[in-house]
């Protein structure tokens, strides 16, 4: 089945595909000829074949790669670079797809983790809307009879029938505006305001940090054993963090290691932006700085990071059931308190009239 978007599962595919042709000796247009056909969408399979095209005219595969940004990344890219001045493609390609195979993976389990609560969500709305177009007429009709005063939650659900019923067409507003919301997760999740609020979530905020923090440290270890430069490589790694608290952390280690000052310095003095995993974060710079092994430690850092959140990903049912039901919980709770509040208070207003 083909799609007309690629994903982590094309770019995991494609890499690590031709990184294992190259390390049989496979020419690089041939090992990447033999990846057309495992990919999943039409964006992908077309790239390709403009890469190919372009390398049999005498160009780099890196300078090509420059020309589709929005299929291979700035972290991807610097890499390609390094292995090619290196002389080290195929071992960078396989590295890129092994991570990129650990993103998807992860990334799945996060997907079907959220398919619960969307649903929830989805039904929900659907019986507010059928409430409103049947029950609600109804029950308004009857207290505006006995003219009792009504609570808040109960004009609100009034006036949203009523809206509903001059107007139907709105009935399909809420479920446009959840459609976009989900089409435009990513990019509502982006807003630095939006990041700081999901941080302060009990469950959610832990799970974004560790998903943040271990994209960022991934590419940082991956860039810094391909012998990229520090300073390119923290500036890659910042541009490369899809959270912001990560984009200011590796852009200011990098000011820092501009003026002179080591890892482990800049680490100690920007830890604010790493949430509660700073102290033992700094404490393994601070080993690998002494014993010389700071790309294997960043790798272990990452590694950690996403071994922790992978453990999430695998549980994400049952870490997300209880806000969920939370969620169900105060809807459920609104609408006893907007629908029978006032029916309680009828008997009052009936024996009023009677007095």
């Known amino acids: 089945m083909t799609s007309s978007k690629g994903g982590v599962d094309d770019r995991a595919q494609l890499f690590s595909g031709v990184g294992r042709c190259l390390e049989r000796n496979i020419t690089l247009t041939k090992a990447l000829a033999l990846q057309v056909n495992r990919m999943k969408s039409a964006r992908y399979k077309g790239v390709i074949a403009e890469i190919i095209y372009a390398i049999q005219q005498g160009e780099k595969l890196s300078d090509t790669m420059t020309k589709y940004p929005d299929v291979f990344p700035d972290d991807i890219l610097s890499l390609i670079i390094a292995g090619e001045e290196a002389g080290q493609l195929a071992r960078v390609c396989k590295r890129i797809g092994v991570a990129q195979k650990k993103s998807s993976k992860i990334i799945k389990k996060l997907k079907n983790g959220m398919i619960y609560p969307a649903v929830v969500i989805v039904l929900a709305v659907a019986v507010i809307i059928a409430m409103s177009f049947t029950l609600v007429p109804a029950m308004t009709k009857l ?28 009935a399909m507003l809420p479920f446009v505006g959840l459609y976009f919301a989900f089409q435009n997760f990513g990019k509502f999740t982006s807003i630095p305001k939006v990041q700081d609020i999901i941080l302060k979530l009990p469950i959610v905020g832990n799970l974004t940090r560790k998903s943040a923090a271990a994209v960022s440290f991934r590419t940082m270890a991956m860039l810094v054993d391909s012998n990229v430069r520090l300073t390119s490589a923290l500036e890659i790694t910042a541009r490369a963090s899809w959270h912001y608290h990560y984009k200011e952390f590796f852009g200011r280690l990098r000011d820092h290691i501009n003026i002179g000052r080591n890892l482990h310095e800049g680490f100690l003095m920007e830890s604010h932006w790493l949430g509660d995993d700073a102290r033992t974060i700094c404490g393994m710079i601070e080993l690998a700085a002494e014993t010389g092994t700071g790309t294997e430690m960043l790798a272990e850092i990452a590694d950690d990071y996403e071994e922790e959140l992978d453990n999430l990903a695998s549980q994400m049912d049952k870490i997300i059931e209880p806000l969920t039901m939370m969620i169900l919980g105060i809807l459920v709770g609104f609408l006893i308190y907007a629908i029978y509040g006032p029916i309680f208070s009828l008997g009052d207003v009936v024996l009023g009239k009677k007095g």
């Open 143 to 170: 207290f505006e009879q006995f003219g009792a005063n009504l609570p808040l939650g109960t004009k609100m659900l009034i006036w949203f029938s009523k809206l509903l019923l001059e107007r139907p067409y709105m």
